[in-house]
C-alpha cells in the first residue's frame, strides 16, 4: 500500500468515526479497506448532499437488504449523531412501510426502538415518553379525506389527474391513506421523504414508480438536479451498482423532462 493509499484509508477511517459515532474496524480485508477507502472516504465526504440527507437514503437501503448489523449501525448512528430525531426516525420507517413494505418496516421499527434505548442506556438517561399519535393532522370525515389526498396526489406527483377513489387500492389506500395521511405528517419534511421514496422505488423493479418519483422530486425542486446525482451515487454505494446505473439512466431522462418542461413555460 502506498503513502496516498495509507492517507486515503486514513482519512477513511476518521469519516467512518464522524459518520457511524464509533471507531473504525482494523481489520484489513479488501471489503472493509474499500468501504473506507470509496464509501467513507469519497462518497459521504462528497459535497451535493448533506451528511443529514444521505442518512435517510443510507436507511432505506440497509432496511430493505435484511441486513441485520447495518440495519442497527445506521441507525444507531442516525440517532446517535444528532442528524435525525426520534420523531423523524419513525416517521421515516412509516414511509417506509408504504414503499417498501410492512414486514420489513416492522423490523426496522424494532431496531429503531432497540437503538433509541441503547443510546439512552449509554447515556446513563431514561427513554423519554413518545409524542402522542393523536390528535392525527388529517381530517377524519371520510369524503374530506379523499378530497384531501386528492389534491396532495396532484400536488406531490405534479400531475393533474388523481386516481380513481372507486378501486379500493386507489382509494381507501394511495388517496385515503398514502396522500390524504403519510405524506401529510409533520414529522418529516418533504424533501426527506422525497429522498426516501426515490431509494425504495429504485430497488423495487417498478418502471412507473420510479420514473413518476423521480420526476416529481425534480419537478417540485424539493431535490435538486446535482442533489438527485449524488443520490444515485449514494444508493449506488448502499444497494449496487446495477441498480444504480437504472437510477442513474431514470435521472438522467428526468433531468431533460424537467428542463424541457421549465423552459416551455
Not at 45 to 51: I, N
Not at 187 to 198: A, P, Q, S, Y
Request: proline share 8%; hydrophobic share 40%.
Amino acid at each position: 500500500m502506498t503513502l496516498t493509499d495509507t492517507d486515503r484509508l486514513e482519512r477513511g477511517r476518521q469519516a467512518f468515526a464522524e459518520v457511524m459515532t464509533t471507531p473504525a474496524p482494523e481489520d484489513t480485508d479488501p471489503t472493509t479497506t474499500s468501504m473506507l477507502d470509496f464509501v467513507f472516504a469519497e462518497v459521504w465526504k462528497r459535497p451535493g448532499l448533506s451528511r443529514r440527507d444521505r442518512r435517510f437514503v443510507t436507511l432505506a437501503c440497509v432496511a430493505d437488504a435484511d441486513a441485520e448489523a447495518p440495519l442497527r449501525d445506521h441507525v444507531y448512528a442516525a440517532l446517535n449523531s444528532g442528524d435525525v430525531s426520534i420523531v423523524e426516525m419513525q416517521e421515516a420507517v412509516l414511509h417506509f412501510a408504504v414503499y417498501a413494505g410492512w414486514p420489513k418496516a416492522s423490523r426496522f421499527n424494532i431496531i429503531v426502538d432497540e437503538q433509541w434505548a441503547r443510546i439512552h442506556r449509554e447515556r446513563g438517561e431514561q427513554v423519554p415518553p413518545p409524542q402522542p399519535l393523536l390528535p392525527l393532522p388529517t381530517p377524519s370525515d371520510p369524503e374530506t379525506r379523499l378530497a384531501l389526498g386528492a389534491r396532495s396526489f396532484k400536488d406531490i406527483n405534479c400531475l393533474e389527474f388523481a386516481p380513481n377513489r372507486d378501486n379500493p387500492f386507489q382509494g381507501a389506500g394511495i388517496l385515503n391513506f398514502v396522500f390524504g395521511e403519510m405524506w401529510l405528517r409533520p414529522g418529516l419534511g418533504m424533501k426527506e421523504r422525497r429522498l426516501i421514496t426515490v431509494a425504495c422505488v429504485a430497488f423495487q423493479d417498478a418502471p412507473y414508480p420510479i420514473v413518476s418519483h423521480v420526476y416529481a422530486a425534480l419537478k417540485s425542486r424539493e431535490v435538486s438536479f446535482d442533489e438527485m446525482d449524488e443520490l444515485a451515487l449514494h444508493f449506488a454505494a448502499y444497494y449496487g451498482w446495477p441498480k444504480g446505473s437504472h437510477l442513474n439512466q431514470v435521472i438522467g431522462e428526468q433531468k431533460q423532462r424537467v428542463a424541457h418542461e421549465w423552459g416551455a413555460q
